[in-house]
């Protein structure tokens, strides 16, 4: 964990899609205590196993762009499609 946030803190800080990922991680931490929880939450917080969390976050991360795909697709579809006006 150590290492990933060196180079997080070094390299990702700057990157608005970074920061953006960290708002939505917060967001989602607030409005699903106990379901969401970032990486660093479960390793500092609880008494979750390193092994397990990273595989949680992974879990949540792939979840979580999913559905932002799911979402932008969904979009993409609604403004295509022609406006019916009667």
């Given amino acids: 964990l150590a ?15 970074f920061r953006a990922k960290k708002k939505l991680d917060h967001f989602l931490e607030a409005t699903l205590p106990g379901i969401y929880l970032p990486l660093y ?5 609880t008494r979750i ?4 969390a990273a595989r949680r976050a992974r879990l949540q991360d792939r979840i979580v762009y999913a559905g932002l795909i799911a979402t932008i697709v969904l979009i993409v579809f609604l403004l295509a499609r022609p406006f019916n006006t009667h």
């Fill in 49 to 52: 196993p390193y092994a397990e």
């Fill in 3 to 17: 290492i990933g946030n060196f180079i997080e803190m070094r390299d990702k800080t700057a990157s608005k899609t």
């Fill in 41 to 45: 939450t479960m390793v500092t917080f």
